[in-house]
């Protein structure tokens, strides 16, 4: 199989084809290094993390000039796994701020659903939402009166993983920036570059997840996975995404992937504080 019938399988959305196709090539030249790469990330998309983690050390063993690349991806690997572990064993993420009780809420929601307490999760949940403050500001030119992720799991929190293998959540109220990179590789799809800063001042280099974890993986299509669909299950009156991730930014749903610098508004605390 050639590169392009990986190429055209992606673009297709055939997702386990360029898989299948990526694999193929890796099978007749083992040591081409970039197509190795390129399945790499293929099996990242794919949810395939450890396998994908394994070719990358094949990589690496090959061509060692190859370590930045190569070691950014397997850090984001491990903070994808970190964030897969509190979905499904409740690792807690990590904070760049002080946890708020808003987040404290988000924390026990996950503890109760994770029981089985759906209903419970749910309820807190909406407490949650009451705690939330709404940020305004401006993308692509426009104004909005309100920002927050569609799935009730994040609301107010920003997902986040970072360059060193991380997990973090991130209160939307507490940032001022987000400047996102246009897509260049195919991890990029899932993990996208995003330059934050926060009200503090304090900014930095970070990789959002554009698929969301929270409903699990049963019955997600290439479409899902590829970041091409959403759709929402309703829990308890609580509503969960599977696929590409999306926001409200006023009355109006966004795809992640169509984001790209957001300034969020100055409060009387910023002023005070500047």
Known sequence: MSQTAITNALEAGDLFGALSAATAHVQKAPTDTGARYL?????????QLERADNQLSVVLNQDPG????VSLL???IRAETARQDWYREGRPPEFLTDITAAARLHLEAGVKARAGDGQGAAATLAEAETLRR???GQHKGAAFADFRDLDDTCGGLLEMLSA????????????????FAP?????????RPVRLTLRDGTAGSLYMPMIYAGAGTDGLTDQHRLGRLTDWVDRHGAILGRGQRCFLLGDDAVGAADLTSL?????????EAA
């Open 183 to 191: 897509p260049k590789r195919l991890s990029d799809l899932i993990w």
């Open 74 to 76: 397997r850090q984001l």
């Open 263 to 271: 300034r969020f508004d100055e409060t009387q605390a910023d002023v």
């Open 134 to 136: 709404a940020t305004t």
């Open 66 to 69: 190859s370590m930045v690349p």
């Open 164 to 179: 060193d293998g991380k997990y973090f959540w991130v209160g939307a109220d507490e940032v001022l920036g987000l400047d």
């Open 39 to 47: 399945l790499a990330e293929i099996l990242c998309v794919a949810g």
